[in-house]
């Protein structure tokens, strides 16, 4: 009997060890995410109307209303979803970092007949009067004609889409990946809303794009897809594509996964339209998948993501370079390499496309990259 005891409470002790894991797993995937107010319409126009009351009108407007409009078709998309909402519920200052104007840039640069909208979807951004606290990064971009600086807001955005009602269950509010699945999210409304071009925020355009026929992404390894460069026709076929990738990130969220809401959804969108899971299928026969192109890596993804460092190591600057001599984008990882900074002079393969694709951004960015 004296030997039981401990057993009995010991048995007892990982009951409960397992309830409170369990209770503890359904309190963080049933709760909203506290970030994610950053995203919540009312409380940005409360915050926004405060702001036109003290005399502040210089406001990112909404891309909804603004002019000009994104051309159905025939315009670029980035998008922001960082939360910078500060602790006294005052917007900040809109920035952007260097790597993220080098993209911009570099997409404006190249493509000077497409119109770029850089769509913030956090607190409503607002320009700085302020001529102490210069932006010269925001200049670098803004220096471009074809460059819009927009904000949205997501209720506003899915309403009259098919994610209107879906937006409203607050499946995507408990993300346990919040700021990632909010750009997944927009990134496929976007494209059903208007077609075009999206592009991560870490990539460097290398060349035009304008006359690439849509309907278009990358294959970034033997089995999936990637998110970060997808063209879209607005309408046809191309709308009929977005249509099933909006259904199929309805039906296949999950909020534990970093990766099935974004490069999953075309993946498996990819799939059904060429009735095949294997993804050098989709590239050699151009007639299975009905028109929508996938390229090889080489186009966007030549260097995959587990040798994101070949970008800034020097010694690998022409095995890189002579990697990437086809490819229309450069995808360089931000995940991975955003905390590697480059100092200005250094000679890698990010730097040298940075300096030829984006000057105005690099010069701009000062002694770090």
Same mark, same amino acid.
């Given at each position: 009997?004296? *030997?039981?005891?401990?057993? /009995?409470? =010991? #048995?007892?002790?990982?009951? +409960? ?8 797993? !359904? ?63 005052? *917007?900040?200052?809109?920035? /952007?970092? =260097? #790597?993220?104007?080098?993209? +911009? ?8 007949? !497409? ?71 927009? #990134? ?182």
């Amino acid at each position: 009997m004296l *030997l039981r005891l401990p057993i /009995v409470a =010991a #048995r007892r002790m990982f009951i +409960i060890l397992v309830l409170v894991a369990i209770a503890g797993f !359904f309190y963080i995937y049933s709760s909203e995410n506290k970030y994610y107010s950053c995203f919540i319409e009312s409380q940005v126009l409360a915050t926004q109307q405060a702001l036109i009351a003290d005399g502040e009108t210089n406001l990112l407007e909404d891309v909804l209303q603004a002019e000009p409009k994104p051309s159905p078709g025939s315009s670029i998309f980035f998008h922001e979803t960082s939360c910078r909402l500060s602790d006294n519920r005052q *917007l900040e200052t809109l920035r /952007v970092t =260097a #790597r993220q104007a080098c993209a +911009i840039e570099s997409a404006a640069k190249h493509n000077p007949n !497409f119109q770029v909208f850089v769509l913030f979807a956090g607190p409503t951004y607002r320009i700085s009067n302020n001529n102490s606290h210069p932006q010269p990064l925001v200049e670098a971009i803004l220096s471009y004609s074809n460059v819009h600086l927009r904000r949205l807001n997501l209720e506003s955005y899915a309403s009259g889409t098919p994610m209107e009602e879906w937006l409203k269950d607050g499946r995507l509010s408990r993300s346990k990946y919040l700021f990632s699945h909010i750009s997944d999210f927009l #990134r496929y409304l976007t494209l059903y809303r208007y077609g075009g071009l999206y592009l991560d925020m870490d990539v460097v355009v290398l060349r035009n794009m304008e006359k690439v026929p849509p309907n278009y992404t990358g294959a970034e390894s033997n089995t999936h897809l990637a998110a970060g460069v997808m063209n879209l026709a607005a309408t046809g076929f191309g709308h009929e594509i977005a249509a099933s990738c909006l259904r199929d990130f309805q039906h296949n969220f999950n909020g534990r996964d970093w990766g099935n809401n974004g490069p999953g959804v075309i993946t498996r969108v990819a799939q059904k339209i060429c009735g095949t899971k294997d993804i050098s299928l989709m590239q050699e026969d151009p007639k299975r998948c009905m028109g929508f192109k996938v390229f090889g890596r080489g186009a966007f993804y030549a260097v995959p993501w587990k040798q994101w460092s070949d970008f800034f190591e020097p010694e690998k600057l022409e095995e890189t370079m002579a990697r990437c001599k086809d490819s229309y984008v450069v995808h360089v990882w931000n995940k991975h390499s955003s905390k590697l900074p480059i100092k200005q002079g250094t000679k890698n393969a990010y730097a040298m496309y940075a300096e030829q694709n984006c000057p105005r951004s690099y010069k701009a960015a000062g002694e770090y990259f």
